[in-house]
């Protein structure tokens, strides 16, 4: 689309303008002041410019801590580049710091020389201790190793928004929108996108429609005629694969997903969820497309949520249900009883900071052995992860079809970082999707068994059981958490009939490793070092990687999207190189399970902090390895 | 299902056994609600494939393997939660839900109160036999203070659990009591119970012949069950005993056993009313607790309200009136596009 910006028009000779090829930029301050929004905001701005994103939103678990203080500082990282970007970004060429609190907690993250932008209104005496400074920092000299702009922001957005009938708290509120305008300006961004949101959004409120509307174009235009900041910088198009675009955010492509492949299934999705951090999204997304005919049911608990998408599946819907890792706790035993009963269920576990409630707002991949064991019994299920936001999408819409195509239970390992984040997606064909096929028994003799009598148990050559769905005349049948009898489906006791059970389910999760991609390698085919991960360090691995190999490492990556059962070349892969690094937010998941499995001397690069791995970090364990 | 077009399906019994063996033990009560539940289901014109039976653990939660329609046996004390995914797919299954005290009250309480005071059209059949059974007899939510069992010797100091009150309590729809032994009652309360749509909840006092045996004795023996019980009718007074010479009487808040004659004659009597839209006398007779009162038994409550499952079907189909099936294209498209070429 053509984007028309008057502001650029009338250009300040005065200013210089420079090109740079990548910047990451981050907005920071109070959890009140807007800094998800203003993300947000520039992040559209951004993609639909035509620059490659990815973005880092971080927030604290308190909706509203008090206001001020280290604890409420809320951030949002953009990375948006003129190339191929994978990651949000580990140094931050620009900071934006809305108060004292956010100046401490993020100066740290900011590059030497970097640009900071502060709101100097807001380092008074008061704020300054809440954020624990002795001293202002604005006065002291400690900033001198960056380019500093003090912006009295509050004071700016006031009077930009002076004419419109506000109280002056409404008023302030707006300041994020100047702070974003000036940021607009810095960067040669479009105010059109976000002129049109504020039109949208605030449709029924006029003043403050009209205060966010002139306060985003004054702080634009305060970088333009005011000669504060000098220079400013255009990152041009990025070049990608061409196609139609939108941003996307991990939850938002999972709700799509689901949508997406139970409306080529044909089948009603049902899904149930009990709200949690940082998996609530989906929910909301998903109860405003019920015309598609999904049907949204917010659980009175977690084990609800499960037992009302195992009962909607057994029904012959697709029953899905997300959470988070403490929610999967409480969840186990329902999953139990959906790979006893063989029946499709989908639960997404949008991973955070653990154990117990741990770190609800932050991400971590700690959750894989737990979707591999944790339930009583030998209780297998197939597990998938989405590697970025963009691919929520197409790991939704893979775990739909194996839950169907397998009849068993699948897990989704998404994460808070995939969750939240968001990158531009290439909108897919419709008629270019594959359609999943799903067929229901209509008569007893349909299994085949010559008996007349329908067989729930009986399987297919991959020991794929039928879905008969209650309401079918002819195929009345019972099933249960107690032991199966093959074929026929009823309890038993007998002991070779259970190791012959518990065999069976293992087999069949085993032979879903015949329907799936095989794994592809990144690199050389072989040498000296291999770089295994999964989930969302997909970013992170492949850009250290790519740098590593322009080095001249011989290095390669690859990257496991489906976990349960592992494509059928894994062990052939991991065979090939001399050395196996496994990159996880763990303190050594996968790599217990690959070492297990195959035998190899995998080392890990484990990092538990709540936050996703740096490129450099990776980059550095790399060299260090084949050093 | 429309019975208005076509033929019922004439159903026996016998229709609705399965062919697996029933397991309880001799004497239990259960094999009593086994059979009237066939029976009141037989007669009732739905086809055997519209009736699911779901349970989760305990004695009772065994039921669904015993009747040849669809039955799902769930896990413990979360079957109104897999009754409640089934109704949303498919409103058109009559749902049953099977469960016990220690199920349903105890582990299962949190789905019990909330599929209640959601309404989702499913009748809650609960096993009240105040024991453990399958985990061989300790004391339940409902077992009265002072029970003797393997896990309280010196007797249960828990406060029970009255389940009518807990379901009243709930905003249940329909609220009802009967007995395992009295068969055609029994009977009869199933069969409404599947008439009415909503959540409708019937607590059965079940004898376990192993650890609690005779627990009920007062309301089932036939030399003194009539003093000890009393028959709701909708519409008719509060008369019980033998002779049916005492009444209820409200005295303020609170009801009072009376005998009549001697200046108090029926006019002076509470009159059950199942349809009052306020819950406050059927909450009153649940509350009556041998051997103070005599324990009702029949239809507390039953009024109508919408039905989640209806009012969740009803939201999606007024989306689709207004703005049209959704289209996968619009979706996709549903933010900022922007084209590279």
């Given at each position: ?6 502001a650029l ?10 090109e ?21 905001q ?8 035509g ?19 280290l604890?409420g500082?809320?951030?949002f990282?953009?990375?948006f ?12 060429n ?18 030497p020389?970097?640009?900071?932008i ?9 704020d ?5 400074y002795?001293?202002?920092?604005l ?13 009295p ?11 419109v009938?506000?109280?002056?708290r ?21 105010l ?16 403050v ?29 990025a ?15 999972l709700a ?5 492949a ?5 089948i ?13 999204d989906?929910?909301h997304h ?39 890792g ?11 009883l959906?790979?006893?009963?063989e029946l ?6 949008v991973q ?24 009583n019994?030998?209780?297998?299920v ?5 590697c ?14 194996l ?20 990158e531009?997606?290439l909108?897919?064909?419709v ?9 229901h028994?209509?008569a007893?003799?349909?299994n ?6 329908f ?17 079918t005349?002819?195929?009345e049948?019972r ?6 009898e ?19 389910r ?5 032979n ?16 000296d070092l ?14 250290a ?16 999207r ?19 690094l ?7 998941q ?13 080392l890990g ?23 | 299902?429309?019975a ?29 609600i086994?059979?009237?539940?066939k029976?009141a289901l ?14 989760g653990?305990?004695c ?9 329609t ?19 797919t ?5 749902v049953?839900?099977i ?10 309480g ?6 209640i ?11 009240n ?27 249960s ?5 009255r ?18 032994v009295d ?15 909503g ?14 045996d005779d ?15 009393l ?8 008369i019980?005993?033998?002779d ?27 009159i ?8 406050s ?11 103070r ?28 009136r207004a ?10 498209a549903?933010?900022d ?5």
């Amino acid at each position: 689309m053509t984007v028309s910006n008057p502001a650029l028009e009338r250009k300040n000779p005065q200013h210089q303008l420079e090109e740079l090829d990548a910047v990451t930029i981050r907005f920071a301050g109070d959890s009140g002041d807007g800094m998800q929004l203003a993300g947000t905001q520039f992040t559209n701005a951004s993609a639909i410019l035509g620059n490659d994103i990815s973005t880092l939103p971080d927030f604290p678990a308190e909706i509203r801590a008090p206001a001020g203080t280290l604890a409420g500082v809320s951030g949002f990282q953009v990375h948006f580049s003129k190339y191929d970007i994978h990651t949000p970004g580990d140094r931050l060429n620009t900071l934006v710091a809305m108060n004292p609190a956010a100046l401490k907690t993020n100066l740290k993250d900011l590059e030497p020389g970097g640009i900071l932008i502060v709101n100097s209104d807001a380092f008074t005496t008061a704020d300054l201790h809440k954020a624990g400074y002795k001293n202002n920092p604005l006065e002291d000299g400690s900033l001198k190793g960056y380019k500093i702009y003090h912006i009295p922001i509050n004071k700016l957005n006031r009077e930009a928004v002076s004419q419109v009938k506000l109280s002056p708290r409404e008023a302030d509120r707006c300041k994020n929108f100047f702070a974003l305008g000036l940021v607009y300006w810095l960067y040669e961004r479009p105010l059109e996108p976000t002129l049109r949101w504020i039109r949208d959004k605030f449709a029924k409120n006029p003043a403050v429609l009209e205060a966010n509307t002139r306060t985003l174009k004054a702080g634009y235009n305060y970088g333009e005629t005011t000669e504060t900041i000098a220079v400013h910088y255009k990152v041009p198009k990025a070049e990608i694969k061409p196609g139609r675009y939108r941003k996307i955010t991990g939850n938002e492509a999972l709700a799509m997903g689901l949508v997406t492949a139970t409306q080529l299934a044909n089948i009603p999705l049902v899904y149930a969820s009990y709200p949690i951090t940082p998996a609530s999204d989906i929910l909301h997304h998903l109860s405003e497309l019920k015309r598609f005919g999904v049907r949204t049911l917010q659980a009175e608990d977690e084990i609800a949520a499960i037992g009302m998408a195992i009962g909607a599946s057994f029904g012959g819907a697709m029953g899905v249900t997300a959470t988070s890792g403490p929610g999967v706790c409480l969840k186990s035993e329902a999953i139990g009883l959906a790979v006893m009963t063989e029946l499709p269920c989908l639960i997404v576990d949008v991973q955070r900071g653990g154990p117990s409630t741990g770190l609800p707002t932050k991400t971590e991949q700690a959750d894989l052995l737990q979707a591999m064991f944790g339930r009583n019994g030998e209780c297998p299920v197939a597990i998938v992860a989405p590697c970025s936001p963009a691919d929520c999408f197409n790991m939704t819409f893979e775990a739909i079809r194996l839950a169907i195509s397998f009849m068993t239970p699948v897990f989704l390992l998404s994460d808070g970082y995939l969750a939240n984040g968001a990158e531009p997606w290439l909108i897919p064909n419709v008629a270019n999707l594959p359609k999943i096929k799903i067929r229901h028994p209509a008569a007893p003799e349909s299994n085949g068994n010559g008996t007349g009598e329908f067989m729930p148990y009986q399987r297919d050559e991959r020991l794929v059981r039928q879905w008969a769905i209650p309401g079918t005349p002819g195929l009345e049948h019972r099933i249960g958490g107690l032991e199966k009898e093959d074929v026929t489906g009823n309890v038993s006791y007998d002991p070779i009939n259970h190791e012959h059970m518990v065999k069976t389910r293992a087999q069949k999760i085993a032979n879903i490793a015949n329907d799936i991609p095989e794994l592809t390698v990144t690199g050389p085919q072989e040498g000296d070092l291999l770089v295994i991960g999964w989930g969302g360090t997909y970013g992170a691995i492949t850009t250290a990687v790519q740098r590593a190999q322009r080095k001249g490492y011989k290095v390669a990556a690859t990257h496991l999207r489906y976990l349960n059962p592992m494509p059928k070349n894994t062990a052939a892969i991991l065979k090939r190189y001399k050395k196996i690094l496994v990159p996880e937010l763990n303190s050594g998941q996968l790599r217990l399970l690959l070492r297990s499995y195959f035998l190899v001397d995998a080392l890990g690069l484990n990092k538990i902090q709540g936050r996703p791995f740096l490129v450099s970090e990776i980059e550095e364990k790399i060299a260090q390895m084949l050093s | 299902m429309s019975a208005a077009t076509t033929a019922l399906p004439t159903l026996t019994a016998k229709d609705l056994a399965s062919d697996q063996e029933v397991r309880w033990c001799p004497g239990c009560g259960d094999y009593s609600i086994l059979a009237q539940m066939k029976k009141a289901l037989a007669t009732l014109g739905i086809p055997r494939e519209k009736m699911i039976f779901i349970s989760g653990i305990g004695c009772s939660s065994r039921f669904p393997y015993y009747m040849n329609t669809y039955g799902f046996h769930t896990i413990h004390g979360r079957a109104p939660t897999f009754a409640t995914g089934l109704k949303v797919t498919n409103p058109e299954l009559q749902v049953w839900v099977i469960t016990g005290d220690g199920d349903g009250l105890s582990i299962g309480g949190n789905h019990l109160i909330h599929a209640i005071r959601r309404n989702v059209d499913m009748k809650i059949v609960l096993f009240n036999n105040e024991i453990y059974g399958l985990t061989k007899g300790q004391y339940s939510p409902t077992s009265r203070i002072g029970t003797r069992t393997k896990s309280s010797p010196q007797g249960s100091i828990d406060n029970p659990l009255r389940p009518l009150s807990l379901a009243i309590g709930a905003e249940a729809t329909f609220v009802a009591r009967t007995i395992d032994v009295d068969i055609n009652h029994l009977t009869e309360v199933l069969r409404r119970a599947s008439a009415h749509k909503g959540a409708a909840f019937i607590e059965i006092y079940q004898n376990c012949k192993i650890f609690n045996d005779d627990v009920f004795q007062y309301a089932t023996d036939k030399s003194i069950k009539a003093d000890n019980t009393l028959h709701l009718e909708h519409g008719k007074p509060l008369i019980f005993g033998k002779d049916r010479n005492k009444g209820i009487r409200l005295h303020g808040l609170d009801p009072e056993v009376v005998n009549l004659g001697s200046g108090i004659s029926v006019d002076d009597l509470l009159i059950h009313d199942e349809r009052a839209e306020e819950p406050s006398l059927a909450y009153l007779l649940s509350r009556m607790v041998y051997p103070r009162f005599p324990e009702c038994v029949g239809i507390f409550r039953a009024v109508q309200r919408p039905t989640y499952d209806e009012v969740l079907n009803k939201q999606i189909e007024e989306v689709r009136r207004a703005k049209g099936p959704g289209k996968l294209e619009d979706l996709f498209a549903s933010d900022d596009i922007w084209v590279v070429e």
